[in-house]
């Protein structure tokens, strides 16, 4: 079955600069890849995703890059804001489910220091 | 998303009762789902449903059972909490009808259960 792993599960940047997080898959024929942002006490909410037919999608300041062969795909958020800080969880359903039975990362805690 | 709306928001017991969390959303969503939240854990699928003659176990299932009473209703079971079990929990949605068709899932508020 497919399985994603996500790193970094923490990561502290200073105001202004850009953050990476990086995930990857096994199911070499999964084709969609959400991101989600968990603030603090909410809920997850999708923020960008991208589709295996295109290599990059940008969304402001955020962006999200998939290299198909290598099975990985990156979340980028550029001139990051004190908003920016919280809890983002890649995912990737299996191929064989059309979608519907995603597969998250296990999250990676981004704090964005004033 | 204030479409999809979970009772309780919190809710304290004791190793061995039976506790149910339920679902309910307006959104129209054929699909519906059942998430844990643990720290470093990411969220995890416990069980999922295409319709209300659909149930389908996730990844960690054992423990839980669900009931899928009309299309917007959704409810999970623990017929014996215990206190592994104490987590947050997330019911969503997604649609999947024709012409409306989305791999987007909208998440409830969450439900923190605590088992003592």
């Known amino acids: 079955g497919e399985n994603v792993e996500q790193h970094p599960s923490t990561l502290s940047v200073q105001e202004g600069d850009s953050a990476v997080i990086k995930c990857t898959y096994s199911d070499s024929a999964s084709n969609y890849f959400p991101w989600y942002k968990q603030e603090l006490g909410k809920r997850p909410q999708l923020i960008i995703d991208?589709?295996?037919?295109?290599g990059e999608k940008k969304d402001q300041r955020i962006a999200v890059t998939l290299n198909k062969t290598a099975k990985h795909f990156s979340l980028h958020i550029t001139e990051t804001q004190p908003e920016d800080s919280a809890v983002y969880f890649c995912a990737a359903p299996p191929s064989n489910t059309g979608g519907f039975k995603t597969i998250f990362g296990a999250g990676t805690r981004l704090f964005v220091k004033a | 998303d204030a479409d999809v709306t979970q009772t309780p928001r919190n809710r304290i017991t004791k190793t061995g009762k039976r506790i149910m969390l339920e679902c309910s959303q307006t959104k129209g969503h054929d699909r519906m789902y059942w998430y844990r939240q643990d720290p470093g854990l990411g969220l995890r699928l416990i069980y999922y449903s295409f319709d209300v003659k659909d149930i389908n176990k996730g990844e960690i299932s054992d423990g839980y059972s669900v009931s899928r009473q009309a299309q917007a209703k959704f409810s999970l079971s623990l017929e014996s909490a215990i206190p592994n079990q104490t987590a947050l929990y997330f019911c969503a949605t997604s649609d999947s009808r024709p012409g409306h068709s989305t791999d987007t899932q909208y998440f409830g508020p969450g439900t923190r259960l605590t088992v003592l």
């Open positions: 991208i589709r295996s037919n295109v």
